[in-house]
């Protein structure tokens, strides 16, 4: 990513650092890029569960003090959070109210015929609770037919009644969402007026707003979960902002990362918070495809490996995959976001004993506060740091020193949980690491194997503060060709903020048969789509010639229930861009379920969503390449220190390196260990690596080169 910039580099001047700050459930990662002299400079902090805008603000401080600049200097702030996505996961979406159309009030009880798993499990499935308990769900009459045609007039009196009721109750979150508004709005917008006077303390989401596209109950959902956070991410960010205020006369420019795999600015993603549910997990993905990239690797698996949990996403091509199909926990959200498979394997992960007696890690974890045992700060819960720290594999501190580690806590706690399992303290401490190693690998196995992916054709991306830990056994698990370990790997998902372009999308509802297409129609819908965009565009400051639309369309055979994403080129929409648009998606179906329909008359093509994405580009960073070395990596040893590599083998003697000190073509063969000041990358035995000219680790067996240099 670059390297650190000594502060007397820095003088004093205009606005030139663009600050990207990630923050997560154990670190609050901070990274600045100077625009004027094109370097980079990283920090990390303890994040703040209680006030994560306290972590925020300490992060920022503590970088413009490394870098003895003012703050004066720094021209925006880009924010990754997971404020929305703890929320969800926890469960804490608080007392809602919805609103929706006469004759639908049992929606959500419906729900889905879907089962988790497939239907061998279906005997034990429980449907999660309700989002909203049906005495809080609310009718209102009036209706409007699917072309947004009005067949019965909205009842004023009867939404009336119906928002009063809510604020005489003290419900003050209410989602609204009426049959075909995806069509015409002018109910739901009725509704919300008729909100804002009677119940005017009423945070109110509405359907047409977050997510206009057909399909009831997840448009219902969505619109549900968006006011369920919106609270709490509208307080939080109006803090940063208040905040970041104070630092100087004119306004510091925020921007929060949304899970689209884009940036907005903070005033959008308070108006639609559920923009935000990927926010940190979508900056990884997007930071380490970009530096893969720069190596000249494009099929990429990314494993961002934080405090709390480990999130895998695909890149093919350089860009991460993109779905609609998302949930946060027991809560669909239909909106475009970064594919991402999330577990709970992360460094504070927690080991526990099954009822059957058996060692089970996460998903429960003891995150930044209190933390593991050994940030002595009274955990009483073993995690996978302690077992690392026990095992050798990290050193006894965080941060290049700044958080010593208590190696006897660990132990002692280690030694209870290997007493309950009948285990060696270092063998509990290897098993745990061998459960969280496969655990991680699953999370691969699912973003990959289930969507027809051969996960031997990709290179793994590790990165976080815990995700280069098990790069080994995962590389023996999985089978991949390598794995790559960008600079800083601590920080990629701040780094990951700096990288994108601001994104807005639009999306429209346009239910046809490929045979009877009209294009004129698709010509106007397109039109209307691309015109908002080009408006969010010129909102957030960019020229029109800067900006650039893309389209797309959602399409699938008739019948089917489920849609395929598909470019639609540049050009007034005729038969040709039509066609040229379903054989996009004969070929897509194929590579994602194994077969399609491309000769078969008997079954149409139907196209079902249209869609306009804005782009507005930043100017990326530009990583620097490293001095070359003579393939001699004595100069970055610091000493060696026993280190256990497996459960079932005893301490080897491994040789410690300072990556900084590391030059390109430099070749380290294990058992080593790589330390930084944000990661620790354990090199067992029969593996080796080798550093590339871009400063990145090249990880592979032994026995066959890891890569080459690019």
Not at 374 to 379: A, L, N, S
Not at 386 to 405: F, K, M, Q, T, Y
Not at 439 to 451: F, L, M
Not at 524 to 551: I, K, M, N, S, W
Request: charged share 20%; with cysteine.
């Amino acid at each position: 990513m670059g390297r650190v910039m000594p502060a007397d580099e820095v003088a004093a001047g205009k606005p030139r650092l663009r600050i990207g700050i990630d923050t997560g459930g154990t670190f609050t990662d901070v990274v600045a890029f100077d625009e004027v002299t094109g370097e980079l400079t990283v920090t990390k902090t303890p994040s703040t569960p209680a006030d994560p805008a306290r972590g925020f603000m300490t992060g920022l401080a503590k970088l413009l003090g490394q870098l003895g600049a003012d703050p004066a200097e720094v021209a925006s702030v880009s924010h990754g959070t997971t404020i929305a996505t703890n929320q969800l996961l926890a469960g804490d979406i608080g007392e809602l109210g919805f609103v929706t159309t006469e004759g639908y009030e049992f929606m959500l009880e419906i729900a889905r015929q879907s089962v988790p798993d497939g239907y061998g499990n279906s005997y034990f499935w429980i449907k999660p609770d309700r989002i909203v308990p049906p005495d809080l769900v609310k009718a209102v009459a009036g209706r409007l037919d699917h072309t947004g045609a009005e067949l019965r007039p909205f009842d004023e009196a009867q939404a009336t009644d119906v928002a009063r009721w809510f604020r005489d109750r003290g419900v003050d979150t209410i989602g609204v969402c009426f049959l075909h508004s995806y069509a015409n709005p002018e109910h739901e917008e009725r509704m919300a007026r008729v909100l804002a006077r009677e119940h005017p303390d009423a945070v109110v989401s509405l359907s047409s707003r977050v997510l206009p596209e057909y399909r009831e109950y997840e448009r219902s959902m969505t619109t549900l979960v968006d006011a369920a956070v919106k609270p709490r991410v509208s307080r939080y960010l109006a803090a940063i902002a208040d905040q970041l205020a104070g630092l100087r006369a004119d306004e510091v420019p925020l921007h929060v990362m949304t899970s689209n795999g884009g940036v907005a600015t903070a005033a959008d993603v308070i108006g639609r918070p559920i923009a935000t549910v990927l926010s940190g997990p979508a900056a990884g993905a997007v930071g380490a495809a970009m530096i893969a990239g720069n190596a000249g690797i494009t099929a990429v698996l990314t494993c961002d490996g934080g405090g709390t949990s480990t999130d895998v996403a695909v890149v093919v091509g350089g860009e991460p995959a993109l779905t609609t199909e998302g949930a946060i926990g027991d809560y669909p959200s239909k909106i475009p976001m970064v594919d991402v498979v999330t577990v709970g394997a992360g460094g504070g992960s927690v080991a526990w004993v099954s009822p059957e007696g058996s060692l089970k890690v996460g998903p429960r974890s003891a995150g930044a506060d209190p933390g593991p045992l050994c940030y002595g700060k009274g955990g009483r819960d073993v995690t996978v740091t302690d077992a690392h720290l026990v095992l050798g594999r990290i050193p006894p501190h965080l941060l290049g020193g700044e958080i010593p580690l208590d190696v006897e806590a660990a132990r002692s706690g280690l030694a209870h949980l290997a007493a309950k399992l009948s285990l060696t303290e270092l063998g509990c401490a290897a098993g745990i690491c061998e459960v969280s190693a496969w655990n991680q690998a699953n999370a691969v196995r699912q973003i990959t194997v289930k969507r027809g992916l051969d996960v031997r054709d990709f290179t793994l991306v590790t990165f976080g503060g815990s995700g280069s830990l098990l790069v080994c056994p995962l590389i023996e698990i999985l089978g991949v060709r390598g794995v790559l370990v960008p600079c800083n790997p601590g920080n990629v998902s701040a780094f990951g903020l700096l990288t994108v372009d601001v994104r807005a999308d639009y999306v429209r509802t346009f239910v046809a048969r490929q045979s009877g297409l009209d294009h004129a129609a698709m010509e106007a819908a397109y039109a209307g789509l691309a015109a908002r965009a080009r408006d969010a565009l010129t909102t957030q400051g960019f020229a029109a010639e800067a900006g650039r639309l893309v389209r797309s369309a959602d399409l699938r055979y008739y019948g089917q229930a489920f849609e395929v994403r598909v470019p639609v080129a540049a050009g007034p929409m005729d038969p040709e861009l039509a066609n040229a648009a379903a054989a996009s998606f004969h070929a897509a179906h194929r590579a994602l379920y194994g077969y399609d329909f491309r000769d078969d008359p008997r079954q149409q093509v139907e196209w079902v969503n249209l869609r306009v994405t804005g782009i507005g580009p930043i100017e990326r960073p530009r990583l620097a390449a490293l001095a070359s070395g003579n393939s001699d990596p004595s100069r970055a040893v610091t000493g060696r220190r026993p280190v256990v590599f497996a459960r079932a083998a005893g301490p080897l003697d491994a040789t410690i390196y300072w990556r900084p000190l590391l030059l390109g073509g430099d070749e380290v063969t294990g058992p080593a260990v790589i330390e930084e000041y944000g990661a620790t990358i354990p090199v067992h035995p029969g593996f080796a690596v080798r550093v590339d000219r871009f400063g990145n680790l090249l990880v592979g067996p032994q026995r066959r080169h890891p890569g080459r240099d690019r």
